[in-house]
């Protein structure tokens, strides 16, 4: 009952944010106006913002849960990278629109394959320690791509740095369907994955007598992550920091909670920091857009250097 509570009060705050950021600074205005502006901008900015939100913070607890590293998330991995590399690739080969998030999925599957074969290579058996620096490594090696990309289209410059400042300024109702058909059932699946996940954090060996496949099960929902991680950087762009810093302030304050709990406070909080980051850097400053990644960047690497510091010591 305790920890319903906790969820109740989050889905409040949730509620109260999300309501706040579409209706704020709209009552000073004439009706049409303020109903242009309610349709056209606001509901698909934060709408979109609310899904993105899930989505990576989602993306993030998976990620750190399976290789049990609290550094994991889709930008560590290099999967962010790869997929800011398919949308680049995208804009400037003139592509349509849905060639965009297309490419994006498939770069960052590659980076995940990439990943994944090159830890294997390193650690000969079970792959998790050595996936964060393979995945810095990828990562960085598509951002320099990336870079040659941009060097020789500089007239489509503008196009592609959107992708490395995520943000929800240009949000659009398609956008909006095409990633809650991807979130939903990644959603679904992830939550009907839960017991088997729940035996592999009890360690390979033990998740294996009690017959859990664990390494198809991690590679199933590294896959299942990577997809949504790249359905959102095609459209938002990259937005790091709030999938590794949310999971793991959840993980620490919400200790006794099951899996399942802490993956739906996970789904709440994301939502709601995401829609707080870009209401402070779109919304309230109008005259200025800041996008929600700067404001998550400004706000996460001080959460995540508190993190660090006051993390417990081990004695070895």
């Not at 095409?178 to 996940?197: A, E, F, K, Q």
């Not at 406070?265 to 402070?280: K, P, T």
Request: proline fraction near 3%; hydrophobic fraction near 55%.
């Amino acid at each position: 009952m305790q920890h319903n509570k906790a969820i109740y009060l989050w889905l409040s705050i949730l509620i109260i944010t999300f309501i706040l950021s579409i209706v704020w600074g709209l009552w000073g205005l004439n009706h049409a106006m303020a109903k242009t502006i309610l349709l056209e901008v606001r509901i698909p900015r934060v709408v979109e913002a609310l899904l993105a939100g899930i989505g990576l913070t989602l993306a993030g607890q998976m990620f750190q849960t399976l290789l049990n590293n609290p550094l994991a998330d889709s930008f560590t991995l290099g999967l962010a990278s790869g997929a800011t590399f398919g949308s680049g690739l995208a804009v400037i080969l003139g592509l349509g629109f849905l060639f965009i998030p297309l490419l994006s999925m498939i770069f960052s599957l590659i980076t995940l394959i990439l990943v994944i074969l090159i830890t294997s290579i390193m650690s000969k058996g079970y792959p998790t320690r050595s996936l964060i620096l393979a995945g810095i490594m990828i990562g960085a090696l598509f951002n320099a791509l990336l870079y040659v990309l941009i060097i020789f289209n500089e007239r489509k410059m503008n196009n592609i740095v959107n992708y490395m400042f995520g943000g929800f300024s240009a949000a659009e109702y398609n956008e909006i369907y095409y990633i809650g058909l991807v979130l939903v059932p990644c959603i679904i699946i992830l939550y009907s994955l839960l017991p088997r996940i729940k035996l592999l954090q009890l360690g390979e060996m033990h998740a294996q007598s009690l017959g859990i496949k664990s390494r198809n099960l991690t590679y199933t929902v590294l896959f299942i992550s990577s997809i949504l991680t790249a359905t959102i950087v095609s459209f938002v762009g990259v937005i790091g920091f709030i999938g590794m810093v949310i999971p793991q302030l959840i993980r620490r304050y919400y200790v006794g909670y099951s899996l399942g709990k802490q993956m739906t406070l996970n789904i709440i909080i994301g939502g709601a920091v995401m829609i707080i980051a870009d209401w402070c850097g779109g919304i309230i400053l109008q005259t200025y857009q800041i996008p929600a990644s700067i404001v998550l960047a400004l706000i996460g690497i001080p959460v995540l250097f508190y993190l660090m510091v006051t993390q417990p010591k081990t004695v070895d």
